[in-house]
Every structure is written in structure tokens, then in C-alpha cells.
């Protein structure tokens, strides 16, 4: 009996020690990193350099309270990015305020990873692996395709937001001169030329006026567009064939500045008319299709702001 015992206790002392091995081969490199709160508001990653993962890893650092968010919410973060090759702080929310954005929009597939179905309240930790970053069709300075990113955020809250689909509100009269607009059954536009007269300066002009909230600068907008020369009336681009609004931060440079200086005082549920001339568009050097100098036409729809 004496030697039965040994004999399993021997083993159980093995297959304890292999276990062991086998959770220091499996540990995370996510486990290694502290987060150190400095005296300001944005906290500091400590870790050894480089980090790399080969496959995306997320450690959560203290769970919510709050419920589970989907691809359908529309979340507001702190979050901290860093470059694990080299420690170098590539973006952060801490020294302004906090971003947002929806879980099924075009995003960093890595950052989708990390904060799908974690709860309002949660703060996490991402490790994104160069597979599921920017990807191959080009990275931000800094960042090469073998680095892997540091992502950690903290998730203030979440908004399951139902955007119009197309503008609503009042229609207004037409005004002699400026371009025509006909809608389709969907909302689509189709843009007719007006009388070609020259504009010196940009032009806003409401088609429908939205009965919803003003639209301030900073906040994240979601549109229906279709762009058109002004000089022909070419459609250059549309959100609307396929049918994919877009969402962009108002006033912050992402659009064209004929965007910014127009949507910012507008109310959600608008259609405007613009005509914008190429100071307030491409300038002189034109992008893709549209020609150096070009004054352009939008019919933009708002459907939120958030």
C-alpha cells in the first residue's frame, strides 16, 4: 500500500509540475503589463519591451456593472494607445474628451475584438496583433506591419443608437438659380443644374428642415451624401448606391471645410443643398475625380448626431 501511495503521489507531483510549466507557456504577455496611474488623468503602460502577439489577446482589467454591448451600440471611452515594439504613445482620449463610435462601423478589427460584449463600466486591455491593425493597405507614422498595439480603454457607456434612414421635416421652396434636387422613393437624390451663375462664396441652402437636435461642433455625424460637379454635374461619389451612410467628428478637419463650415448649427433630420467652392473644397490640386479648381454640389442628409 506504502509504495501505491508514493507512486501516486509521485505522479500527482508530476502532472502538478507539467501543469504548471504549461500555464507559464500559455500565459499572456498581456500579464506582464502594469498600468500605472500618474498624477494626471491618463494612466502609463509598464512593460518589457518589445510586446508582440501573433494573435489578438484581450485581459480584462475590472469588469462593469453595466449591461453587455453589441455591434448595434453606439459606445463612448477613454481609451490609450501604445506601440508594444517601441512604447511610443500613438493616440489617447485622456487629454481632451472621450471618443465614440459604433462597433459596426469600419473599424480597427482588433478594437472590435476587444470591446464586443464587455460591459458598460469595464476597463480592458487589448493587445492587437499586426494582422488586425491597420492592415496591408498602409499604416499610420510610426507603426510598421510587425508591430503589435496596445490598446486600452475604458468603457463610459453605450447607446443603442437607431439613426434615420433618410431626411424627415419640412420641405422648403425651391430658390430660382440653384441646383434642382428630386428624390427617389429611398431618398436617393438626383441633382439637376441650376443656372451655372459663378459662386464666389459657399452656399447652404435647406431642401427639407429636420425637427431634431442642433448639430455641434465635435459631435460625430452620420449622413447620407451624393457629390456632384458643379460645372456638369457628374456624380463623383454617393453614399447611396450602396446604401452606407457615413460617420465623421463635425468641425475637426475630417471633411472638407465646406462640410464643417455648413453641417455645424443644422438640425438632424435636415437635407441641405450645397454648393461649395473649391476654396472650401479641393483647392487647386483636385482628388480623384474631381478636377483642380472644382466647385462641387452636395445634397446631404442628416440622419444623427451623437
Given amino acids: 500500500m506504502r509504495r501505491v501511495l508514493v507512486s501516486l503521489i509521485a505522479v500527482m507531483a508530476l502532472v502538478a509540475g507539467l501543469s504548471a510549466c504549461g500555464k507559464d507557456q500559455l500565459a499572456s504577455p498581456l500579464d506582464s503589463v502594469k498600468i500605472i496611474q500618474t498624477d494626471g488623468p491618463q494612466p502609463e503602460l ?20 453595466g449591461r453587455a454591448i453589441t455591434k448595434e451600440d453606439t459606445i463612448t471611452f477613454n481609451f490609450l494607445v501604445v506601440n508594444g515594439t517601441d512604447g ?34 469595464t476597463e480592458v486591455l487589448v493587445a492587437i496583433a499586426p494582422a488586425d491593425s491597420f492592415g496591408a493597405e498602409g499604416f499610420e507614422s510610426g507603426v510598421t506591419d510587425d508591430d503589435t498595439l496596445l490598446f486600452l480603454a475604458e468603457i463610459l457607456s453605450a447607446d443603442l443608437r437607431r439613426p434615420l434612414a433618410r ?22 437624390p438626383t441633382i439637376a443644374l441650376g443656372d451655372g451663375a459663378a459662386v464666389p462664396a459657399l452656399v447652404v441652402q435647406p431642401l427639407i428642415t429636420g425637427t431634431g437636435a442642433k448639430v455641434e461642433k465635435g459631435q460625430s455625424v452620420t449622413v447620407h451624401y451624393t457629390g456632384a460637379l458643379y460645372s456638369d454635374g457628374s456624380v463623383f ?20 471645410t465646406g462640410w464643417d463650415k455648413a453641417l455645424v448649427g443644422q438640425t438632424v433630420g ?34 444623427e448626431a451623437f
Avoid: C, H
Avoid at 461619389?237 to 472638407?256: H, L, Q, R
Avoid at 482628388?287 to 446631404?300: D, E, N, R, S
Fill in 270 to 303: 435636415s437635407q441641405l443643398l450645397l454648393v461649395i467652392p473649391a476654396v472650401d473644397a479641393y483647392g487647386d490640386a483636385g482628388q480623384g475625380k474631381i478636377p483642380a479648381g472644382a466647385t462641387l454640389i452636395f445634397v446631404v442628409d442628416i440622419l
Fill in 46 to 65: 509598464e512593460f518589457d519591451l518589445p510586446l508582440s502577439v501573433e494573435k489578438t489577446t484581450v485581459r480584462v482589467i475590472k469588469e462593469g456593472e
Fill in 167 to 188: 431626411a424627415k421635416g419640412a420641405a422648403v421652396a425651391a430658390v430660382p438659380g440653384l441646383p434642382t434636387v428630386t428624390l427617389s422613393d429611398t431618398g436617393a
Fill in 237 to 256: 461619389d454617393s453614399s447611396w448606391d450602396p446604401s452606407e451612410p457615413i460617420t465623421f467628428t463635425v468641425g475637426s478637419g475630417k471633411v472638407i
Fill in 88 to 121: 511610443k504613445v500613438l493616440g489617447t482620449s485622456y487629454e481632451g474628451a472621450p471618443a465614440s463610435l459604433k462597433l459596426s462601423e469600419d473599424i480597427m478589427p482588433g478594437i472590435a475584438t476587444g470591446l464586443e460584449g464587455q460591459k458598460v463600466g
